[in-house]
């Protein structure tokens, strides 16, 4: 019975960690409403015209392909930091991801989600 | 630093999933230069690398039955008689689901390349699912499974049910891998490792201050998302949708190949990592059998959708196999119940992949012509192909001479025995000959349908598919009655820990 213990404070602190700073903030905090502190919350310039317009499917295929040189960059950094002391199974290793990596991006290439219409 | 070296990988072992999955990364490259008239190449080209991958597991299996199992990649995988089983199985799908996607692609306007690749890939993640004996790997299988089923799913594109299944069933099935990744990091917090001979080790105690519980509450994850994979009851939401929107060789290829790779990572990760909390799962997969059972067959009575009425179907056989998997706890009981599941999803795959054929078959361009009532009067203009339906649907509800019939009665048989003192399993084999009644009803409607009812019975056999047909009929039928040899096959897929 004492190791469910670990379970139910588990339970309990994960519910109170979004919990306690937001009900803390609105039973503590002083409450003055104005017209600009209740509209709905927008970072940067402010909206001109409608906001449901649609946007080019081609940020989402750029963003696609960014992902290829950013999990190569995650994996690669270490990689190449331990790169003298790594035996010859971490090499190929290495070598086999990066072919990997090349292949997704010339099927990106050849399937013309780099040319920007 | 220790890292693995070229000899403790043991690449020969597991040649058949490498071979899959360096062809179809290598495919994925040549298809881009195979013009767009041409994309049957790249599908033989792809039923080449599963014949390659073939050949190399017809040596692993030689190989295994002079030398037992090995264990591959520093004991992460582990090549054993269930897992060279279970790969045959995989290998035998994704060529069938190929033959019935050749015609089927360029007659409703989709026909790309990526079909056959994102085939070959799913495909070596089942078969590496088959071999997982490391949660990490189980986890890595079922990822390379899923994304590319996510993918073919939305396959038929600018159908707005495609796109719909797509969404459903990445949006769902992403939310079940967060389950089962958690359940991987609890099961790691309690027994301080995730290969499942570690786990057991911990469990059954000896091992460096094991926490059981945490364990226990990781299995119960693992078993969320491994359930959802298998559609068992409280996670089959997405089934219907899925398996109607989504393009129908597809449909038929998932409702095959998904759930026997989920049920291979159901049985390995309970079997081997959990059997000292036997006494838990046991229970939970029993109930959750006997719910799949019942909901899955009660639902498919109301449907009208051939397609939609499978799914409901695959909802219930997945309960069948949950029948095996709770019986399977009890080790003087293991050995069968484990065959008895595999062959149950051999037996499954060949009528389903051929019931799904057939559907293939009715389905006009436009994807309508898949209701019961589009099978009006088939017997008529098209004798084989109500013969071969009516021998899919027999061998669906387990009546013989067919595959199912079979099936069905070495899972019941491994579920007798164990009901010896347990009165549970016992509730639950009797609610699963009660439901395999009640879809009697809803199987043999179509037969019905298409010897007493009057109607024009339209259907479109080509060659590929016509191939397709004939196997599947002829393995459901011999499968139902010599299924002496593929039985004995299922006695060598016993589960080993790592080699």
């Known amino acids: 019975m004492k190791e469910w213990t670990f379970i139910a404070i588990l339970l309990i602190v994960s519910a109170m960690l979004p919990t306690v700073p937001i009900m803390g903030g609105r039973l503590l905090g002083p409450r003055k409403p104005n017209e600009q502190k209740s509209s709905t919350y927008e970072c940067g310039v402010e909206t001109v015209g409608d906001t449901w317009v649609q946007f080019k499917v081609q940020y989402y295929i750029f963003a696609l392909v960014f992902l290829v040189f950013d999990i190569e960059l995650v994996f690669l950094y270490p990689w190449a930091v331990a790169y003298n002391r790594l035996p010859l199974f971490g090499v190929i290793a290495g070598v086999v991801f990066i072919i990997t990596l090349a292949e997704a991006l010339i099927y990106a290439w050849r399937k013309g989600a780099l040319e920007w219409l | ?499």
């Open chain 2, 1 to 499: 630093m220790n890292l693995p070296t070229l000899e403790s990988i043991n690449l020969a072992a597991s040649l058949p999933v490498l071979i899959l999955a360096g062809w179809a990364c290598l495919l994925t490259a040549i298809d881009l230069f195979i013009s767009p008239e041409r994309k049957h190449w790249t599908a033989w080209l792809a039923v080449l690398g599963l014949l390659a991958s073939g050949v190399a597991l017809g040596f692993e299996a030689v190989a295994y039955s002079q030398r037992g199992a090995v264990s591959a990649f520093g004991d992460m995988a582990v090549v054993d008689g269930f897992a060279l089983f279970l790969q045959g199985v995989f290998l035998l799908s994704a060529f069938l689901g190929i033959l019935l996607a050749l015609n089927y692609l360029p007659r409703h306007n989709i026909e790309r390349g990526e079909y056959y690749t994102l085939l070959l890939f799913t495909t070596s993640g089942m078969m590496l699912m088959a071999m997982a004996a490391d949660l990490i790997v189980v986890f890595l299988a079922l990822e390379l499974l899923s994304l590319p089923l996510y993918v073919l799913s939305g396959f038929a594109h600018p159908r707005l049910d495609s796109e719909e299944a797509a969404m459903k069933y990445f949006l769902l099935g992403a939310f079940a891998s967060g389950f089962l990744v958690y359940g991987i990091a609890l099961t790691y917090g309690g027994a301080g490792t995730t290969l499942l001979s570690g786990v057991v080790e911990a469990l059954v105690g000896g091992g460096p201050a094991p926490n059981p519980v945490l364990a226990i509450v990781g299995m119960g994850l693992i078993l969320v998302g491994l359930g959802f994979k298998v559609a068992a009851v409280p996670f089959h939401m997405w089934t219907p949708d899925v398996y109607q929107g989504a393009p129908t060789p597809v449909t038929a290829f998932m409702s095959v190949g998904a759930k026997a790779g989920g049920f291979a990572a159901l049985l390995r990760v309970f079997l081997i990592a959990f059997p000292a909390t036997g006494d838990t799962w046991g229970v939970v997969i029993a109930i959750i059998a006997a719910l799949t059972m019942i909901l899955g067959n009660v639902v498919a009575i109301s449907q009208s959708n051939v397609k939609r009425m499978l799914a409901y179907s695959s909802i219930a056989h997945a309960g069948y196999v949950l029948v095996a998997v709770a019986a399977a706890r009890y080790p003087e009981v293991e050995p069968l119940a484990v065959s008895a599941a595999v062959f149950y999803l051999l037996t499954y795959a060949v009528t389903n992949l051929g019931a799904f054929a057939i559907v293939i078959a009715l389905e006009r361009d436009d994807g309508t012509g898949v209701e019961v009532e589009d099978f009006a009067g088939l017997a008529k203009t098209r004798p084989w192909l109500a013969i071969a339906m009516t021998l899919f649907m027999l061998s669906l509800t387990g009546i013989p001479p067919s595959a199912g019939m079979v099936g069905k009665f070495f899972v019941f048989q491994a579920a007798v025995q164990a009901s010896v003192g347990d009165p549970l399993i016992l509730t639950v084999t009797i609610i699963g000959v009660l439901t395999s009644v009640i879809s009697a009803f809803y199987y043999l409607r179509i037969p019905v349908m298409m010897y007493f009812r009057d109607g024009e019975g339209q259907a479109n056999v080509q060659p590929a598919l016509g191939v397709a047909l004939a196997l599947t009929a002829l393995a459901t039928f011999l499968l139902g009655v010599v299924p002496a040899p593929f039985l004995q096959m299922a006695r060598h897929a016993l589960l080993t820990l790592a080699g």
